[in-house]
């Protein structure tokens, strides 16, 4: 398993925008496919996006394609989320997963990951 930190949550207001990231502790990073999923009090914690081993590769959630941009950077063993255009519903605790993976395929299911950080606060305000 990987340990995963994620930082960069806050409060914003609706419109606004904010970065997640998340440093991964562990060499072959590159192997590994990185994803953001969230949970809002009182719902099941849900997927937001995933980057694939490479980063050639991106699935998004309904809910924040076109709003959402998930990147990774390799060489520093970090993920990113950028998320524009912020709405209150996007508010959650925001967290971080990894799935070692074959170099073809791209995890987008909470069961598929078997690492994950403590989570990072995001609030919208209206």
């Known amino acids: 398993q990987v340990q995963l930190e994620e930082s960069g949550g806050g409060l914003v207001q609706a419109g606004g925008s904010l970065t997640l990231s998340c440093a991964a502790s562990?060499?072959?990073?590159?192997?590994?496919?990185m994803g953001w999923f969230r949970q809002a009090p009182g719902k099941e914690r849900e997927f937001v996006a995933v980057?694939?081993?490479?980063?050639?590769?991106?699935f998004y959630a309904d809910s924040v394609k076109g709003r959402f941009t998930i990147s990774r950077d390799n060489a520093k063993n970090s993920v990113s989320l950028q998320m524009n255009s912020l709405k209150p519903e996007d508010t959650a605790v925001y967290y971080c997963?990894?799935?070692?993976?074959?170099?073809?395929?791209?995890?987008?299911?909470?069961?598929?990951?078997?690492?994950w950080g403590q989570g990072t606060q995001v609030t919208v305000s209206s």
């Open positions: 997963a990894a799935k070692s993976t074959i170099l073809t395929y791209t995890p987008q299911q909470l069961h598929e990951f078997d690492s």
């Open positions: 562990r060499r072959a990073f590159n192997r590994l496919s």
């Open positions: 980057v694939s081993r490479g980063g050639g590769t991106t």
